[in-house]
């Protein structure tokens, strides 16, 4: 098995996370109750549940020095901030890298409480190993072990009015992304290669880190992802049904716009992140 098998979950960091929820229910996802975790690591979530994998919003309450990488990415302004892998296990994760030549963090474990529709409460239970700040150029990264999938991945919380069902790939904006190739295939070992238009794409089994130039990631996905550093710019998900998403955007009234079969939102509207839809199973652009 090998010791990462692709995202786990990818993280947006927000300023305000009442206004985030407010944005991310708009494009029709479906989030779970805010919650708090321990003392230590000083943040709060929501998460949004797909069927594989998922994504959360995460403020900072308490400046800690395990919420530092957070607190120092959004002096930057909000938007994708982080990727968690999937691991084996958190100390396989470490002992990959650690070969890979980096130096990852000690092992880390916390917790967060999980509210049920019947007023039942359970505990999600994580233990997570992460890379130093700047191993990675345009995103945070760690390996995140769930140690209570069935606290995570709740059924109430898995269907979207937009029809998500899976992350499809993580778009990085990168000055240079042929140079930065190596040290993204060390953090994602197994990870195999190709070329694509204005840069590379890494394919880790069922996801996709597409690293380009910003000029590249912008023609494609709007003025928002010419970053001016190293910056994860977009997210895609794959959607069961696009027209279902798209009525359900437009319901919204959020300002969507259609790229071939995809639908792309703006990072205005999603806290700083481009999000884009794509049908179930259509090719990687």
């Keep these: 098995m090998s010791a990462i098998s692709g995202i786990d979950h990818i993280v947006i960091a927000v300023s305000d996370l009442d206004r985030a929820r407010r944005a991310f229910e708009r494009l029709g996802f479906t989030l779970s109750p805010r919650a708090r975790h321990s003392d230590v ?3 709060a979530n929501h998460t949004i549940m797909l069927q594989r994998d998922y994504f959360e919003l995460l403020a900072v309450l308490t400046a800690t020095e395990r919420n530092r990488r957070w607190r120092d990415a959004l002096a ?3 938007g994708i901030a982080g990727l968690a892998l999937a691991p084996a ?3 396989a994760a470490k002992q990959a890298w650690e070969e890979e030549g980096f130096a990852p963090g000690d092992l880390v474990s916390f917790s967060r409480p999980v509210d049920r529709p019947d007023g039942s409460r359970m505990e999600a239970r994580f233990e997570i190993v992460t890379l130093p700040k700047g191993s990675v150029p345009g995103a945070s990264v760690f390996a995140c072990d769930q140690l209570t999938r069935d606290a995570v991945w709740l059924p109430e919380l898995m269907t979207h009015a937009n029809t998500a069902t899976a992350i499809r790939r993580l778009i990085v904006a990168l000055p240079d992304p042929a140079a930065e190739k190596q040290v993204w295939m060390r953090a994602l070992p197994g990870a195999a290669a190709t070329a694509i238009e204005g840069g590379v794409r890494l394919r880790l089994g069922a996801h996709a880190v597409d690293l380009m130039t910003p000029r590249a990631a912008a023609r494609l996905y709007g003025p928002a992802a010419l970053a001016r550093r190293p910056k994860a710019v977009a997210i ?3 959607v069961a049904d696009v027209a279902q998403c798209r009525a359900a955007l437009i319901g919204n009234g959020v300002a969507a716009w259609a790229a071939g079969d995809r ?6 509207e999603a806290s700083g992140a481009i999000i884009l839809f794509a049908p179930e199973g259509a090719p990687l652009a």
Excluded: D, L, Q
Aim: aromatic share 6%; no cysteine; net charge negative.
């Design 41 to 43: 690591m000083g943040t």
């Design 263 to 268: 639908t792309a939102v703006a990072a205005a």
């Design 76 to 78: 930057s302004g909000e």
């Design 89 to 91: 296990s958190a100390a």
């Design 236 to 238: 895609e998900f794959a």
